[in-house]
């Protein structure tokens, strides 16, 4: 096992999570040290330019151009990948693990895309290779869903993992911005990037809620297969109809398990404003995970940010620090469950979906219209349970805002397709998922 | 390592928490063996009365009254203590652990009391002893201390620990009861006791906050130590005055880290209404953690109850589980941190807190009583931010009731004592702690 005094690194990229990575390993060295019961250091990091600023906290000799360089260091113990991206991190993780490299990182995208292939070769090289920092920042979801929930079985998983879109989503609920300025703020302040794309038309939460239900179900779910919805069509109106009955506008990744199917997707939703998921603000993100057991439990954090993602990471380096100083790996199976031993499920279609919508259709204000909606809703078994119709100003649509009772997707869908073709309609029919999550 | 097949567990107790044991081990079976590997099966129970009816959730031929029978049975592999109370427990888990068995327990009165006496001599013979159950019940607030947080130097900790406290203070503050009356109605659903004042003069809190700091801080504080405050002496009026002023009134323990020093306290306090700790309700835990580099992270969940605590006790027999198929023990201290290499702080003298205060005066309704108070509180340097002053009808005292700025604790007590002799002082002057968090 070589020696044993320190836990020596490898770090491939130093951005901005790299460079946290350090600045943690350099602050908290001392509690570190306490709980690991040796130092950690790192001893080599690739990056792409040697010559840039780095604040002290880089030594200029530590660093390489050449990845393979920390890889093939026979002193290393463990690799840190926070370069992001699909290659070259494929092939340096590859690499890695094939020259006995325990490994951490960060990169949800690789995962999504090449977990399965990545996570088998570490089993066959007896490695590890663990990703705390690639859901939720620095909040311990996949830990906790590795083994604190290990006793459980879970029923479904609600979760806030985009914080640009909950940032956008909670400036236009308290500040009343519209979505376009909601964004600009966030770009503003560097909770959003120039092309806002993967984070508000939910790819990122998609990529994400496909780990969770590995680690949750058991059940591999390609996140290009999952329902995925932005937050980028959601109104003011939308959101100040929905606060008026009690509601709040969140951008939630569900998944929920079905005998023999998992049901996954990802929308803005109605959660009820006095709940714990509707009390999560700004960039946080939150995870709540029910159980036949436990009922609701709740985890709650910075999903992402320089340090937040950073400590994730160095205390995934601590987990393979203990696994080395016993030499041991494999204590737990890189996606929770033990291949076999769970059944795989099939992903639900989303008409299958049941839950309570809102509803708001812009009429023509003239008799007969609720008549018609109430109608084509009732055809499809669709029970409203609460309505607000605008008064009129005499020219502009007037909007009537319905919830419905608990619905089946499909046919909400079938009835707003008849509706919107009704020639009282005066424009698109929005529609959104309330999730009654306390 | 002997027969690896199954995880073999000898259970001490069979009352609410071992029942539920027994349950979650049937209900959840295929999913605990998907992520262990193998099956974790129960093979002798010790109970008081092997004769009474157990809703056929425990095979007689299990049960013995001798727990000795359970703990020298060369097939048990994993003890699980679910009995309470010091002895025999203390007895029986150093018995179980000298004959080299790995131990679950939920008993946080043991633990805090006789824990180093415990842990020292499972280190000593390369056994562990985990506890997840003792603190917040299902949440995994204990191994995320010891694992998740491992790279963090945490600064304080604020917790919603004890569920019948939580339930009787949202009870007050939200259909307006009374302390008795909600205390009642806790009793009634048997969320409190029928002797309450372990949970409600904070005992409970403190112990469970005694074993956070040894983890969060790596400092043993035993829990007689901690100042320790009960929700008995909060009013409807106390609520409802905090209310007026946007808070809501928490039962908190509290730990906060300075150089050289922990704080440490249980009492209720005023939190935002709109802050995460202020949502939590009912007879639901939170343990808000805060460090520089995740700023606050919450987790939240049921705190106590048959399965949720039961789930805690499963989730730790397979981590044990995992340890003894890899024929390792001891990967992280049972504490969290390695002694020696963490210095031990000194508990802080109460009187040294600073915080914002809520303080309340039944006064005379006179000429100059507020320049008085003012005056005192002044001569402190405690300056007033905020004040409400009810009308008069003329007999009962008016209620003076200001928030303070940060302040010291030790000049609070001075100046309420210097007010509390002025003869326009019409009964006991009521303070509370604030705690900003959000």
């Known amino acids: 096992m070589g020696d044993e005094s320190k836990i020596r690194v490898g770090l491939l990229g130093c951005g901005t999570v790299g460079t946290g990575v350090l600045r943690i390993l350099r602050d908290n060295a001392s509690d570190i040290e306490a709980r690991l019961g040796v130092k950690v250091e790192v001893v080599k990091i690739a990056v792409r330019d040697t010559d840039k600023p780095r604040d002290g906290i880089v030594p200029r000799a530590m660093m390489t151009r050449d990845a393979n360089e920390v890889i093939d260091d026979p002193d290393v113990q463990v690799i840190v990948e926070v370069m992001g991206g699909y290659e070259p991190a494929r092939t340096y993780l590859t690499r890695a693990l094939n020259g006995g490299k325990h490994v951490v990182t960060a990169n949800k995208a690789l995962l999504a895309r ?8 570490a089993d066959d090289v007896h490695r590890d290779v663990i990703f705390e920092a690639s859901v939720g920042g620095g909040i311990p979801i996949i830990r906790s869903l590795r083994e604190g929930l290990a006793s459980e079985r879970i029923d479904s998983i609600h979760a806030i993992i985009n914080g640009t879109s909950n940032f956008i989503l909670s400036a236009m609920s308290t500040e009343g911005h519209t979505y376009g300025a909601a964004l600009a703020n966030a770009q503003a302040r560097g909770y959003a990037e120039a092309d806002p794309t993967m984070d508000v038309a939910g790819t990122d939460a998609a990529q994400k809620l496909s780990i ?5 179900f058991g059940t591999d779910v390609p996140f290009e297969k999952i329902l995925t919805e932005g937050i980028d069509t959601v109104s003011a109106d939308d959101i100040a109809y929905a606060k008026s009955f009690g509601y709040v506008v969140k951008p939630l990744a569900i998944a929920r398990a079905h005998e023999g199917a998992i049901e996954a997707r990802v929308h803005p939703a109605l959660v009820p404003v006095q709940s714990m998921m509707g009390s999560v603000r700004g960039v946080f993100n939150a995870v709540y995970v029910h159980t036949a057991s436990l009922g609701p439990l709740m985890f709650y954090g910075q999903g992402a940010g320089m340090l937040p993602t950073a400590a994730a990471v160095v205390s995934d380096v601590i987990e393979l620090g203990r696994n080395i100083l016993r030499g041991t790996s494999g204590r737990i ?16 279609a989303p008409a ?16 007969g219209v609720l008549a018609s909606i109430a109608g084509a809703l009732g055809a499809r078994n669709i029970s409203i349970s609460r309505m607000v ?15 419905t009772h608990e619905a089946r997707e499909g046919d909400v869908r079938d009835a707003l397709s008849t509706i919107g073709s009704l020639p009282f309609v005066r424009g698109p029919i929005r529609y959104l998922r309330i999730e009654e999550i306390r």
């Open 352 to 367: 299958e979906t049941e839950c309570r919508f809102y509803l708001r259709f812009p009429v023509s204000d003239q008799p």
């Open 212 to 216: 969770l239900i590995a680690l949750g």
């Open 114 to 121: 090449h977990g399965a292939e990545i996570f088998r070769l």
């Open 333 to 348: 199976p890189h996606l929770a469950f033990h291949e076999g031993l769970i059944p795989q499920r099939a992903l639900r």
């Open 389 to 403: 119709q605008d008064d009129s100003d005499g020219t502009a649509p007037v909007q009537v805002v319905m919830l």
